[in-house]
């Protein structure tokens, strides 16, 4: 799964299911981390090639995500978008550079109170 940091009026958080997780496993760790169900959203993701959240959604700093949007059903984006309360909160990555797995990155806030992600591939837009 992943979290939206709280930090900037957010506090969601994304529990991926498909490939490699089971759904069913939604319940287990709500109760495990103590979550509440309505901070949680569940994503379904349906292309094989992203067979990880964390290779097709990335929480950022400033209360944004990183999404390769091909790679979930069409009810989970909407959840995504809903989650965050505005498109423009989302950063759409394209196919290729969701198979660069530009996803898989870290964010953090510079001194100068600045968004900063390192990834290893992004295109030059």
């Known amino acids: 799964s992943s979290g939206i940091n709280a930090e900037y009026g957010l506090s969601r958080y994304f529990f991926g ?12 760790i709500l ?7 309505r ?3 569940k994503v379904r993701m349906i292309d094989e090639a992203f067979y ?4 097709c959604m ?3 700093s400033l209360g944004h995500v990183m999404i390769y949007p091909g790679a979930f059903d069409d009810a989970s984006l909407k ?3 809903d ?3 505005s498109r423009d909160k989302v950063i759409e990555l394209t196919l ?6 530009s996803c898989n990155c870290v964010s953090f806030i510079s001194d100068t109170r600045e968004a900063v992600v390192v990834s290893p591939h992004f295109s030059d837009r």
């Open 17 to 28: 299911w498909g490939q490699r997780t089971a759904e069913s496993a939604y319940e287990p």
């Open 31 to 37: 109760d495990f981390f103590s979550l509440d169900k």
């Open 39 to 41: 901070d949680v959203f």
């Open 52 to 55: 990880h959240l964390d290779v």
């Open 58 to 60: 990335a929480p950022l």
């Open 79 to 81: 959840s995504i978008y």
């Open 83 to 85: 989650a965050l309360g």
């Open 96 to 101: 290729e550079e969701g198979l660069q797995f």
